[in-house]
Each structure stands twice: as C-alpha cells, then as structure tokens.
C-alpha cells in the first residue's frame, strides 16, 4: 500500500470515531478528558519471496549397508549419493593382517 492510501483509511478510521462519540450529550464531551490516539508511521520494506524450513529428506528407494568383517575403511571408491551399478566396489578396508598372513604362509 502507499501512503496515501494510508492515509486515507487513517481519516476514514477518525471521522468513524468521532461520529461514534458525537451522538453523546455535548456537555459531557466539553468535560471530557482528550482522548489519546496510537499513530505508526508507515514504511516501506522488501519482504522474502521463499521460505527456509529445516526438513529431512528420505529416499523410496534405500538400502542399508553390512561390512562382513569388522576393520577399518581406508579408501571410498565412491561419492554421497552416486549411483553404482552391481558388484561396484564400495569401500577398501584395511587388509594390512590379512596380507601379512598371506605372505608369511607364502614363506
């Protein structure tokens, strides 16, 4: 809204007042204590076309992963969210003991 038309609902709102209050007896509005009006200056602000929320997303489509051994995992072969195809290698664990097994049974 602009100011004018502001403006004019505030006259229209103290005209609608005073014509409320001039059908009291006239002597009693002359003894009468003024009455105090609240006035806010209007202004002009830009306001946000969008909207944030905190939300959490879920997948339909989600599987749960299981290492069958316990370890520790060394190397990710792939990124958060991408697409693999079957028997893609997902992750490396550490196999240091594995292979220090096999090369003392290589011995």
């Known amino acids: 809204m602009n100011y004018l038309k502001l403006y004019a609902l505030f006259c229209i709102a103290v005209f609608l007042f005073s014509c409320k209050n001039g059908s009291k007896d006239q002597n ?3 003894d009468s204590s003024p ?6 200056i209007a202004g002009q602000e830009d306001v946000k076309s969008s909207i944030e929320a905190n939300e959490t997303v879920i997948s339909d489509d989600m599987i749960a992963l299981h290492a ?3 370890g520790r995992i060394t190397y990710l072969t792939i990124s ?3 697409n693999v ?4 290698l ?3 664990i550490n196999d240091a003991d594995l ?3 096999l090369e003392q049974g290589k011995v």
């Open 28 to 30: 009693a509005k002359r």
């Open 85 to 88: 195809s079957e028997c893609t």
């Open 99 to 101: 292979q220090a097994e």
């Open 68 to 70: 069958e051994i316990s």
């Open 35 to 40: 009455v105090s009006v609240e006035v806010i």
């Open 80 to 82: 958060d969210g991408a």
């Open 90 to 92: 997902l992750a490396q």
